[in-house]
């Protein structure tokens, strides 16, 4: 039996928890999918398959916009999945919960046919403490007729540079075929590689953002440190990706701006988020002074500043 675990946090590329990650000869880049973070794995206990969400064991009282309920259904993948995970109940299966109904995450143009889907990106192995190679999770899933769910490997690379990483994100129309759209990005993974700090990393370029996080990494940092970290981090786009995890976890359709329910989830989710990427915007900002009550502060009117203009 496989106990939960929380699916790796996926860094951006340019970041130290990356540095090395491009220098190796075999560098897999697959498309990054905006949907809910969703795994699955076998339970001797219950004698069923499990599901979880980003962080936490989800049920039937505590679902993640009907991942669950999904996961226990008759769909053709959900079956698979559990015929997988019975017989390889070291193991858990991750991927990009699309919804059921309606796309989840705050991209809505993907090609309708993946609602209803996990999109597996990833299988980690609780004997081996590990992620299973790419190439070898595919073949063992494949095998047991999952291919067609998989996220799309787009390229393998042979010690990569930033720009060609980013030539291949711009190609990239997973689940876009056909629409002139490109995806939101890509996921850079090398086999058996782990960075300076003797981690696991996975590296992630977000087309939108790219740009917009290279300028401000050579800007300095002006009087208003504060207003600079929000205006870096909290982006519409993140703000959106947020929005979209607020309404999956509380089963809407639409965010309500008017519920302190999902104001408080959103503020603290945000504020969370903003916390994480601490090391990343000391780096940039090279050790800056910075008052934490006025970043909170700042943080909470961004979210009342997005949620008020009517974008969710």
Request: charged share 30%.
């Amino acid at each position: 039996m496989s106990d939960y675990k929380k699916y790796l946090h996926v860094e951006r590329l340019d970041t130290d928890e990356c540095e090395g990650l491009l220098s190796n000869d075999r560098v897999f880049v697959t498309a990054k999918v905006d949907g809910s973070n969703g795994c699955v794995f076998w339970s001797e206990q219950t004698g069923k398959m499990m599901a979880g969400s980003r962080n936490f064991v989800l049920s039937d009282d505590e679902d993640n916009a009907f991942f669950h309920a999904w996961v226990n259904s008759d769909a053709d993948e959900a079956r698979l999945l559990r015929a997988y995970c019975e017989s390889h109940p070291r193991r858990i299966v991750y991927g990009e919960w699309m919804g059921r109904d309606r796309f989840v995450g705050a991209f809505k143009n993907y090609d309708k046919v993946s609602l209803g889907t996990l999109i597996i990106f990833d299988v980690y192995d609780a004997d081996a403490e590990g992620y299973l190679d790419e190439e070898q999770w595919r073949a063992e899933l494949a095998e047991c007729g999952l291919e067609p769910y998989f996220v799309k490997l787009l390229a393998v690379l042979d010690h990569p540079s930033i720009e060609d990483v980013v030539a291949v994100a711009k190609a990239n129309d997973f689940l876009l075929e056909g629409t002139g759209l490109v995806g939101e990005g890509v996921v850079c993974k090398a086999p058996g590689w782990r960075n300076r700090f003797g981690r696991v990393a996975y590296g992630k370029i977000v087309l939108d953002e790219f740009k917009k996080q290279r300028r401000r990494a050579q800007a300095k940092a002006d009087a208003n440190v504060e207003a600079a970290i929000v205006d870096a981090y909290l982006t519409d786009a993140e703000l959106s990706k947020t929005v979209a995890k607020v309404c999956a976890l509380a089963n809407a359709e639409r965010f309500d701006s008017e519920s302190r329910k999902m104001m408080g989830m959103l503020a603290s989710m945000c504020w969370k988020d903003l916390l994480a990427e601490c090391p990343n915007w000391v780096k940039r900002m090279k050790n800056p002074t910075v008052d934490f009550g006025k970043l909170s502060g700042l943080c909470a009117a961004r979210v009342k500043e997005f949620v008020g203009g009517g974008r969710p």
